[in-house]
């Protein structure tokens, strides 16, 4: 299994980054995907899920409305559009997929910063 993220980088306070995730090394459609994050100098945290089908989708509250998960099956690929950053959405982001055992990413990370 490897996941691989990109698209992070640095932008300003209200703008908007769609991170991806390309997966290999299993069925991508059949297992949901997660989106996680850690920020420095905290704990990782959950972003959010999305089904294997793509129909059904959770995020953590801090996110809703402004964070849309989606996932394109043909291209195993799982992805994160963020709008309205804030300085508070500063973290590396990782994607996850449990595969039997827990799979991430190495990560990209995305800077909210003017």
């Known amino acids: 299994v490897q996941l691989v993220e990109s698209g992070g980088g640095l932008v300003q306070p209200g703008g908007s980054l769609r991170l991806s995730c390309a997966a290999s090394?299993?069925?991508?459609?059949?297992?949901?995907m997660m989106w996680y994050r850690q920020a420095p100098g905290k704990e990782r945290e959950w972003v959010a899920t999305?089904?294997?089908?793509?129909?059904?989708?959770h995020y953590v509250g801090s996110v809703k409305g402004r964070f849309t998960v989606s996932r394109d099956n043909a291209k195993n690929t799982v992805y994160l559009q963020m709008n309205s950053l804030n300085s508070e959405d500063t973290a590396v982001y990782y994607c996850?997929?449990?595969?039997?055992?827990?799979?991430w990413g190495k990560g990209t990370l995305v800077t909210v910063s003017s």
């Open positions: 999305i089904s294997s089908t793509g129909d059904s989708m």
């Open positions: 996850k997929a449990v595969v039997g055992m827990h799979y």
């Open positions: 090394g299993f069925a991508f459609s059949r297992y949901a």
